[in-house]
């Protein structure tokens, strides 16, 4: 019996699984998804105050599609031998893979830096909660002001004061000057305070120390900056980008019988795009993946890699949201609407559960057009 495996449970790695099941059909393959944990973490709302009710088990999605769950971690990926080991000891021999493993968070290495709280990870995102729980008045320092560091940032700022801080000159630097206006605006309004061109270079109790000597305040520091690919890419042969991505074709095959998905895999958009690290392509990307790894045992034709067209829509806390299109980013709607679009995006991300029809049915749309807060 031919076998697909896949490594990772996020959004890429689950999606994968039911597009390859949906190919599959009633054809005689196993599909095997390999991930450490019994749910699925929905990480763009880790900023939220809950961040524990942002997963999905599973099972929910898995078992009433007809694919297999390994709880367990892979540690090694042979492609000559096609199989893959994991810390059981226990060794998957597979077909086609597909992998998925995402990214992770560049950790600071500096004096303090176990004093370092993130939301990167359910785990993480919890400890900040418990952190903070029943705190108000609290000084938070945020560090990145990116789409992460922004909406930690505007989420806290209902509860206490926050600094945030970033080595740039201005926030939101790989957003564009589009949003950025409404951006300052949402942080001016919340009171949350500005240390650009500098970053956190120590972390003591009760203080953060910027790169210019002086020390601030601070009962939490929350680090956003920097992702990189899973360190599991380092064992797979091909090109790489500079977040360790593999560089994947059309079809996101990396080579042979790999194929590779979510923010593992730098697919090029267009002839100046590649896409970002984030949902809006993890959800595409493992559509695709696992639709091509189930098409390739079965000689049908594979499809290529074609998501909607680029958005963001940032989460501004009580000042609302701002939601943009295009790679220009030009603003649609902001405040209450853009909060509006953001809500209807957040409860997209999440997959159907325990019905199997809605579920194949689901992994069939890999275009998904986000409709205008009018509209909704």
């Given at each position: 019996?031919?076998?697909?495996?896949?490594?990772?449970?996020g959004?890429a790695?689950?999606?994968?699984?039911?597009?390859?099941a949906?190919?599959?059909?009633?054809?005689?393959?196993?599909?095997?998804?390999?991930?450490p944990?019994?749910?699925?973490?929905?990480r763009?709302?880790?900023?939220?105050?809950?961040?524990?009710?942002?997963?999905?088990?599973?099972?929910?999605?898995?078992?009433?599609v007809?694919?297999?769950?390994?709880?367990?971690?892979?540690?090694?990926?042979?492609?000559?031998?096609?199989?893959?080991?994991?810390?059981?000891?226990?060794?998957?021999?597979?077909?086609?893979?597909?992998?998925?493993?995402?990214?992770?968070?560049?950790?600071?290495?500096?004096?303090?830096?176990?004093?370092?709280?993130?939301?990167?990870?359910?785990a993480g995102?919890?400890?900040?909660?418990?952190h903070?729980?029943?705190?108000?008045?609290f000084?938070?320092?945020v560090?990145?002001a990116?789409?992460?560091?922004?909406?930690?940032?505007?989420?806290?700022?209902?509860?206490?004061?926050?600094?945030?801080?970033?080595?740039?000159?201005?926030?939101?630097?790989?957003?564009?000057?589009?949003?950025?206006?409404a951006?300052?605006?949402?942080?001016?309004?919340?009171?949350?305070?500005?240390?650009?061109?500098?970053?956190?270079t120590?972390?003591?109790?009760?203080?953060?120390?910027?790169?210019?000597?002086?020390w601030?305040?601070?009962?939490?520091?929350?680090?956003?900056?920097?992702?990189?690919?899973s360190?599991?890419?380092?064992?797979?042969?091909?090109?790489?980008?500079?977040?360790?991505?593999?560089?994947?074709?059309?079809?996101?095959r990396?080579?042979?019988?790999?194929?590779?998905?979510?923010?593992?895999?730098?697919?090029?958009?267009?002839?100046?795009h590649?896409?970002?690290?984030?949902?809006?392509?993890?959800?595409?990307?493992?559509?695709?993946?696992?639709?091509?790894?189930?098409?390739?045992?079965?000689g049908?034709?594979?499809?290529?890699?074609?998501?909607?067209?680029?958005?963001?829509?940032?989460?501004?806390?009580?000042?609302?949201?701002?939601?943009t299109?295009?790679?220009d980013?030009?603003?649609?709607?902001?405040g209450?609407?853009?909060?509006?679009?953001?809500?209807?995006?957040?409860e997209k991300?999440?997959?159907p559960i325990?019905?199997a029809?809605?579920?194949?049915?689901?992994?069939?749309?890999v275009?998904?057009?986000?409709?205008?807060?009018?509209d909704?």
């Amino acid at each position: 019996m031919n076998h697909i495996v896949i490594v990772g449970g996020g959004f890429a790695g689950v999606w994968s699984a039911a597009s390859a099941a949906r190919v599959r059909g009633d054809a005689d393959i196993r599909i095997t998804l390999v991930s450490p944990h019994a749910d699925m973490v929905l990480r763009p709302r880790m900023y939220e105050a809950e961040p524990e009710r942002a997963v999905v088990p599973l099972k929910r999605v898995l078992e009433p599609v007809g694919v297999e769950h390994v709880q367990a971690t892979v540690t090694e990926i042979d492609t000559a031998g096609r199989q893959v080991v994991t810390s059981d000891g226990d060794v998957l021999t597979y077909d086609r893979l597909v992998l998925a493993t995402g990214s992770q968070l560049i950790r600071p290495d500096m004096p303090g830096a176990d004093r370092v709280f993130d939301v990167d990870t359910l785990a993480g995102a919890v400890t900040l909660k418990e952190h903070l729980r029943g705190r108000t008045g609290f000084t938070a320092v945020v560090v990145g002001a990116g789409f992460t560091g922004l909406e930690v940032s505007t989420e806290l700022a209902a509860r206490g004061r926050v600094i945030l801080v970033d080595r740039n000159p201005v926030v939101g630097p790989e957003l564009g000057e589009g949003p950025r206006p409404a951006i300052e605006a949402a942080l001016d309004r919340l009171g949350v305070e500005r240390r650009l061109g500098t970053t956190v270079t120590a972390v003591k109790e009760g203080f953060a120390q910027l790169a210019d000597g002086t020390w601030t305040e601070a009962d939490a520091v929350i680090w956003t900056a920097g992702l990189r690919a899973s360190p599991l890419t380092a064992q797979i042969e091909g090109s790489r980008d500079r977040f360790g991505r593999l560089e994947v074709d059309a079809q996101l095959r990396v080579s042979g019988a790999v194929f590779a998905a979510g923010d593992i895999a730098a697919a090029r958009l267009d002839a100046d795009h590649v896409t970002v690290q984030s949902c809006q392509y993890a959800v595409p990307l493992g559509k695709t993946a696992g639709h091509n790894a189930a098409a390739d045992l079965l000689g049908l034709p594979l499809i290529d890699f074609a998501p909607g067209p680029y958005v963001t829509d940032i989460d501004l806390g009580r000042a609302g949201a701002v939601f943009t299109r295009g790679w220009d980013r030009e603003v649609e709607s902001t405040g209450a609407d853009g909060k509006l679009v953001k809500k209807w995006i957040m409860e997209k991300i999440e997959p159907p559960i325990d019905d199997a029809e809605e579920i194949l049915n689901a992994a069939a749309y890999v275009y998904v057009v986000i409709p205008a807060a009018h509209d909704l």
